[in-house]
């Protein structure tokens, strides 16, 4: 089944451990992306990675690293999460980029809840 | 990013038709999405429109697009308790890297 998977689906932390989120897909998709999705300000990209080894910042980046070491993988890491990183977090993939000017819809995870205290 | 705008609630009956609406801001997005996204889960894409398009129905589904008013619509028809969810429209940004999501529309469906 074609999927995006992220794990966990759930995480309560505390303010500065160190922490993953993992993504992969298995569609061989070259786009990668993270949004996280807050009460009153919707879903906000994080960081994309257009293929292997080729990542940038999305809207709010602070606070986030990402790599792509291979396709199919796409981690979430916050170094030291504060609490202003408690959110929904969700990962995507797609063929090519949204607006490459082809139909390439995002397919979702289904999300990891994070809780930093 | 720029602002994708949507009004926040809707309440329907079952059985009748919804529609919500968005308005959006970059006249040269050529795809536009809806995705539903239901509690606990991830967002799912619901049907799409090629921005040359006025209509294109699927199903129960119609969607609206007024390219001069930079205006889109999702019309469900006969909507179903199990329609209740949360809907996002979506744009491509300037950028072409990422969608512009609405802040999404809860559909409550009750019987």
């Known amino acids: 089944e074609a999927q995006v998977t992220q794990n966990p689906r759930y995480l309560i932390t505390v303010t500065g451990k160190k922490l993953t989120v993992t993504c992969s897909q298995n569609?061989?998709?070259?786009?990668m992306s993270w949004y996280r999705q807050d009460p009153g300000l919707g879903l906000r990209q994080i960081y994309y990675?257009?293929?292997?080894?080729?990542?940038d910042k999305g809207d709010v980046p602070e606070g986030y690293k990402v790599s792509r070491k291979e396709k199919r993988n796409f981690p979430l890491i916050l170094e030291s999460p504060s609490p202003n990183q408690t959110s929904l977090y969700f990962c995507a993939s797609s063929l090519g980029p949204p607006g490459a000017g082809r139909n390439s819809p995002l397919h979702f995870g289904n999300g990891t809840r994070l809780t930093v205290t | 990013g720029e602002d994708v705008e949507q009004s926040l609630f809707l309440s329907v009956r079952e059985g009748d038709s919804s529609v919500i609406n968005c308005t959006y801001t970059?006249?040269?997005?050529?795809?536009l999405y809806w995705y539903k996204q239901e509690p606990g889960a991830g967002l799912q894409l619901l049907t799409y429109i090629f921005s040359n398009m006025d209509m294109k129905q699927d199903q129960r589904l119609t969607v609206l697009l007024n390219k001069k008013d930079k205006h889109l619509s999702l019309r469900i028809a006969d909507t179903q308790t199990g329609d209740s969810a949360i809907y996002f429209c979506?744009?491509?940004?300037?950028?072409?890297?990422?969608?512009?999501f609405g802040k999404g529309t809860s559909l409550l469906v009750t019987p």
């Open positions: 979506a744009e491509s940004d300037k950028s072409g890297y990422a969608l512009n």
């Open positions: 990675s257009m293929n292997v080894e080729v990542t």
């Open positions: 970059d006249s040269s997005s050529t795809y």
């Open positions: 569609m061989n998709h070259e786009y």
